[in-house]
């Protein structure tokens, strides 16, 4: 079960789970989906509303027999400083960024423990290691992503139920472009965000159906499937992209580099 699988990678994870074998229950808030298949089913559905969600696992598997793997994917990016954002747009992101999957997770653990197993992969980013200016409520929902799936993977591991965080660097979708929503700017920010944006102006212009650059989502499928499919547990934080160990080696050596200025941290930790 994919979620937020009309396109970019969620569609790409479709393709790729179909071409291995499997059924495949994709939820997209779209009218129409761009592919059709014998072993595909597709569900309207709004992550963001929990009565949906519930109602959406129990027709999966009313309609496969058993729901062996969730994907939460879906979700959008958010661009503005923390003043700027409004009430709605921080709602808005967190509704489905944060709480989407969190209402999803709820709804398949019952089937899974039920099942005696079964998988529920995280789609995060590098946003949920670190944060950069202007986009923090984004980090602000991945970061809670991170932490309730790092919480729920040990209290279902007995279940036989697997949870992966997925942290993806720069992806070659319109996540970047056409997907991205942007916050009303303040002139105040103008120069923070020229430095950090390289431009005063939001939004930045795009072509319809450009992309950001990055790996293409198929590779990214294609490891994510092939992780899924391992009988071995795996890693807790799946790291996938060019880009993304560096980022979050940088990330985690300025951390560290923060706590170590504290002397009595230092005292502590030091062997």
Aim: with cysteine.
């Amino acid at each position: 079960m994919i979620t937020g699988a009309g396109r970019g990678l969620g569609l790409a994870l479709v393709e790729r789970a179909l071409a291995a074998g499997h059924n495949v229950v994709a939820t997209t808030r779209g009218a129409r989906f761009p592919i059709e298949d014998p072993r595909l089913t597709v569900l309207h559905l709004d992550v963001t509303d929990r009565t949906a969600c519930l109602e959406a696992a129990d027709q999966a598997v009313r309609v496969s027999g058993r729901l062996d793997v969730l994907i939460n994917n879906a979700g959008y990016g958010l661009v503005g400083a923390i003043e700027e954002v409004s009430e709605d747009e921080a709602r808005a992101i967190l509704d489905t960024d944060l709480l989407g999957p969190l209402w999803m997770s709820q709804a398949v653990l019952p089937i899974m423990r039920s099942q005696g197993g079964g998988h529920i992969a995280q789609i995060s980013s590098v946003g949920g290691v670190g944060a950069m200016p202007f986009f923090g409520l984004y980090n602000a929902a991945k970061w809670g992503l991170e932490a309730f799936s790092e919480a729920l993977s040990g209290e279902v591991a007995s279940s036989g139920v697997r949870v992966t965080i997925v942290e993806v660097g720069a992806m070659d979708t319109e996540w970047a472009t056409g997907s991205m929503r942007f916050a009303r700017p303040r002139p105040d920010y103008d120069g923070i965000r020229s430095e950090k944006l390289g431009a005063s102006e939001v939004p930045w212009p795009s072509e319809p159906g450009s992309t950001g650059g990055g790996t293409p989502p198929a590779e990214v499928a294609e490891r994510l499937v092939h992780h899924i499919a391992s009988p071995e547990p795996g890693p807790l934080r799946l790291v996938i992209g060019d880009d993304a160990p560096s980022q979050i080696a940088t990330v985690l050596d300025q951390r560290a580099r923060d706590y170590a200025r504290q002397d009595h941290y230092t005292a502590a930790t030091r062997t």
